[in-house]
T-cell receptor, first 113, second 113 residues
């Protein structure tokens, strides 16, 4: 069974530019999560989807971040415009349902110059 | 504000010894508890989960949960150099809560050959 797939794996952009990350969860997993992980820190939840519905986006900086999961499968996280402080690893995870074990993708390492 | 606390380490343990990793959490509503291992530059991978008070064993790993003390630990027996990694404790308020996993900052474990 394929795991969570994320792309790109690495991204370097200049500040004020837009950037987008893509995630394909494990087949059959209804719940999808986006986390942000800074160096030396644990992952922090940005947004959680139950199928195509965003049920918790309280930690998502909505002035510059947006996310979508249109058909309840793949998801895209966007930053526009990016700031220097956005440099981090963006992790996508999925679970069969909320409360069940979450499985993480390899992450996208973002560097904003 | 939910918090998960871990000693960041590094925790240095001789090969073959028992490594003991500890975690405390502040939210008494937490229902499920997870230990993830994260190698440098990689994404977190699930080691164990525990829901009930007491011990849960899986191979060389034992998770211990004490909800009254709000304490969860991970024991690694017969430690191997390949166990050297950062271990993340995470808690989940399941049952309809609006949150994903809350992670600690992780404990950096070094197994000395």
């Amino acid at each position: 069974e394929a795991g969570v797939v994320q792309s790109p794996r690495y991204k370097i952009i200049e500040k004020k530019q837009p950037v987008a990350f893509w995630c394909n969860p494990i087949s059959g997993h209804n719940t999808l999560y986006w986390y942000l992980q800074n160096l030396g820190q644990g992952p922090e939840l940005l947004i959680r989807y139950e199928n195509e519905e965003a049920v918790d986006d309280s930690q998502l900086p909505k002035d510059r971040f947006s996310a979508e999961r249109l058909k309840g499968v793949d998801s895209t996280l966007k930053i526009q415009p990016a700031e220097l402080g956005d440099s981090a690893v963006y992790l996508c995870a999925s679970s069969f349902m909320f409360g069940e074990t979450q499985y993480f993708g390899p992450g996208t390492r973002l560097l904003v110059l | 504000q939910k918090e998960v606390e871990q000693n960041s380490g590094p925790l240095s343990v001789p090969e073959g010894a028992i490594a003991s990793l500890n975690c405390t959490y502040s939210d008494r509503g937490s229902q499920s508890f997870f230990w993830y291992r994260q190698y440098s530059g990689k994404s977190p991978e699930l080691i164990m989960f525990i829901y009930s008070n007491g011990d849960k064993e899986d191979g060389r790993f034992t998770a211990q949960l004490n909800k009254a003390s709000q304490y969860v630990s991970l024991l690694i027996r017969d430690s191997q150099p390949s166990d050297s990694a950062t271990y993340l404790c995470a808690v989940n308020r399941a049952g309809g809560g609006a949150d994903g996993l809350t992670f600690g900052k992780g404990t950096h474990l070094i197994i000395q050959p």
